[in-house]
């Protein structure tokens, strides 16, 4: 089967290898030439991933049968549509069912009218007097995001990002300004998770928990960045998430999916549950339309259902049943000094690949293009696969002295003193539970 996979980050390094590995004829079209993918692929074209026409154009010479689409940016963009209604079916949902990503008020807004579980109090405001005088009223603290796309950098949190709800009006003022509109949210405490789910529209299949060290630095510091790495567990659940938990918020997301199936914006594809786990259970943070980067890495090399198959059940709403390896995974990005706010661009790096297959890491290209020079975003990821955590952490951590550059990566990613770290926060928030062993 030929299958034209839109995007060319590490991400989409991990589901093109999943459609190979299933049997794909594997066509790429991205910004840069990914030197993964470009070894995976039959034919490779350089676009914009939001050009349609292009995309579309490529497409048709090659003759590809489906298209599975990885960044949020062409979804937002209406490619799915667009591609299907040029007789070429893509994995990935439409415009109006993005929305769920690409738009948070809408998000909130289905969560309230449909009573999902694992909603949080918000508002939408293009007032500012409004504004201030609700922040005022609430008392405690808050969250302000800006509607749309921002890449992780526009959400700021009250004790965070923000001093006090002082700082939160001000900064919900110029998100009015500029943008015409805000949101607001109370504030959650917890510790956060990822649980991506595939969907044809009714049917929702699992796949293994996840957990993101977004901070650009170890312990937890520096500013949000896409996701400096990530890990799981072979049991698919997180040490912190007990089963109970687990089934609060995978009802969650199928109850999403119900509902927007009532909306009339039925909802195919792949749907990622960024989740906080606060003392209540699992709130809903966000909703992403796609697989997470880094997490995306951490879930489809233990893939053992063929990627084709999924991607046809999707589009032919006839999903069956997804399985995976029982391994725990550790992935740690390596990033250009000085990202996400002043990364170092246009510099090569080395990939020593002999050396990091010896060590059993699996290894992913992102923001290099070719001739491996850096580009400015995340760079390369190493991936650990072993049975337990401690063991596919050390492989991560052996592999990653085979890359050399001008990079820095965050050491603490899955080891057991940044695990533990978790642990003990969810303590704090006041939950008591017995860790799972990963
Ligand atoms: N790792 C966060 C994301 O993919 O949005």
């Known amino acids: 089967m030929k299958v034209l996979l839109v995007g060319g980050g590490g991400r989409e390094n991990a589901i093109g290898e999943a459609l190979v590995r299933s049997g794909a004829e594997l066509y790429v079209v991205s910004r840069h030439k990914n030197p993964g993918l ?21 497409a048709r010479k090659w003759g590809v049968e489906l298209a599975f689409i990885g960044p949020e940016a062409p979804l937002e963009k209406g490619i799915v549509d667009f591609l299907e209604r040029e007789g070429i079916p893509a994995v990935g949902p439409t415009k109006e069912a993005a929305r769920l990503e ?4 809408f998000a909130r807004s289905l969560m309230e009218k449909y009573e999902i579980p694992g909603r ?13 005088s609700w922040i005022d009223d609430f008392g405690k603290p808050v969250v302000v995001k800006p509607l749309g796309l921002t890449g992780g950098k526009g959400v700021k949190v009250v004790g965070y990002q923000l001093r006090d709800n002082e700082e939160a009006k001000a900064y919900a003022e110029e998100l009015i300004r500029k943008d015409g509109r805000v949101l607001v949210e109370e504030r959650t405490d917890g510790v956060e998770f990822t649980f991506q789910v595939f969907s044809d529209g009714k049917r929702v299949l699992p796949m293994p928990l996840a957990q993101d060290y977004p901070h650009a630095y170890e312990n937890d510091e520096g500013p949000i960045t896409g996701g400096m790495g990530s890990y799981s567990c072979s049991n698919h659940l997180l040490p912190f998430v007990t089963t109970e938990d687990y089934e609060r918020a995978f009802e969650t997301l199928k109850a999403t999916i119900r509902a927007m199936r009532k909306n009339g914006t039925p909802y195919r594809g792949i749907l990622y549950g960024q989740f906080m786990l606060s003392k209540e259970g699992p709130v809903i ?4 339309a796609r697989f997470g ?20 059940g999707i589009i032919d709403g006839n999903l069956r ?19 996400p706010t002043n990364p170092v661009k246009g510099v090569r790096v080395e990939v020593d690949e002999k050396a ?3 060590t059993g890491a699996k290894l992913y290209y992102a923001s290099v293009d070719e001739n491996l020079t850096l580009l400015g975003s ?4 190493v991936v650990g696969i072993a049975d337990t955590l401690k063991e596919a952490e050390r492989i991560a951590q052996s592999a990653i002295g085979h890359v050399k550059g001008e990079l820095f990566y965050r050491r603490d990613v899955g080891t057991r003193e940044s695990v533990g770290k978790r642990i003990r926060l969810m303590g704090e928030f006041g939950r008591e539970f017995e860790p799972n062993s990963c």
Do not use: C, H, Q, W
């Open 38 to 58: 470009a070894r995976l692929a039959r034919g490779y074209g350089l676009a914009r991933e939001t050009d349609t026409e292009k995309v579309l154009e490529l």
């Open 321 to 339: 049943k997804v399985e995976f390896e029982k391994k725990a995974t550790v992935i740690k990005y390596l990033a250009p000094k000085g990202y």
């Open 285 to 288: 943070i966000e909703y992403n």
């Open 120 to 132: 949080k109090l918000f508002r939408v405001f293009d007032d500012v007097s409004e504004m201030r």
């Open 293 to 312: 980067d880094p997490e995306a890495m951490n879930v489809l090399p233990l893939l053992k259902t063929p990627l084709t198959e999924i991607a046809e």
């Open 356 to 358: 990091v297959a010896e």
């Open 102 to 105: 690409t738009n948070k008020a």
């Open 378 to 381: 995340r760079a390369i990821a």
